[in-house]
């Protein structure tokens, strides 16, 4: 499983990384809509959207809303406030976890309200970003990778104390250290990279930058566990050998991507 894992990893990273630096905007749009087309019918598995037509519907929704809220910035605040409060909603439903399981899955209205949540907040914010700097993409996924493979290591090699077991039961504190001081080495790295005659100002804002995606990143991760869990599922697909479905993959990007937004267009 390991080396299936990386090697798809191996031929997966330098695709996505070509695709954030050198597509122009028109394609990276194209190449989105791919993916939350993929992402929106594994969705629509986990929470027994069944009928074709309901999925279709549901996916035509969010890359619909996804397009419409990237081309009006007026309504980006309130689209980052409202995603941070149900985040907070998500949360809570991981936290009490079994007993939340009737507040997520009794009805197809929840269902959908919830993955409109998911994506159209990731998706318009991913769209901002990369019309703005495309290396801002490219950072945050960074942050994602380091932290999910400092997770892995840190957690294999020390864990033994469960983040979330009634949910993910192979998560531990050890891992959600160790990914939260990948994610910081890869901060450090992008300072001095990226910025001209960085300064402690510089290393202290991307430093705190680092420390919330990492830890945001994890309740990604979480509520489709969640949801795995929920609805008796190992992966939410097949798609990619070694790491489930393209869902498995972004998951992490659903939640950190809003609150990057967020901190690049009012803090930096």
């Not at 995603?83 to 507040?103: G, K, M, N, Q």
């Not at 990948?182 to 300064?199: D, K, M, N, S, T």
């Not at 929920?230 to 939410?236: A, E, F, L, Q, R």
């Amino acid at each position: 499983m390991l080396i299936k894992r990386v090697l798809t990893a191996l031929v997966l990273a330098p695709v996505v990384i070509a695709g954030i630096l050198f597509l122009n905007a028109s394609w990276f749009f194209a190449a989105l809509c791919l993916t939350l087309i993929i992402a929106s019918w594994e969705y629509c598995k986990l929470v027994s959207i069944i009928r074709l037509s309901n999925r279709v519907l549901f996916t035509l929704v969010v890359l619909a809303m996804s397009f419409i809220m990237s081309k009006n910035i007026s309504m980006l605040a309130p689209l980052l406030l409202l995603t941070l409060a149900w985040w907070f909603v998500a949360l809570y439903w991981v936290i009490r976890y079994p007993d939340s399981h009737a507040s997520i899955s009794n009805s197809t209205y929840k269902a959908v309200i919830n993955g409109l949540f998911l994506f159209v907040p990731m998706a318009t914010s991913l769209i901002i970003l990369q019309s703005q700097n495309s290396s801002l993409v490219l950072f945050l996924l960074v942050l994602i990778w380091a932290a999910d493979v400092g997770a892995y290591f840190s957690g294999k090699r020390f864990g033994n104390k469960k983040l979330c077991p009634e949910v993910s039961p192979n998560k531990t504190l050890a891992g959600l250290y160790g990914g939260v001081a990948l994610a910081q080495v890869a901060a450090l790295f992008y300072v001095y990279i990226v910025v001209q005659a960085p300064g402690t100002k510089d290393f202290l804002i991307f430093s705190i930058l680092a420390l919330v995606v990492s830890l945001v990143s994890i309740l990604g991760d979480l509520f489709e566990s969640l949801l795995k869990r929920i609805s008796g599922n190992k992966d939410s697909g097949n798609i990619l050998p070694g790491h489930g479905g393209l869902l498995d993959r972004i998951d992490s990007l659903t939640s950190s991507a809003p609150i990057f937004l967020f901190f690049v267009v009012f803090v930096l």
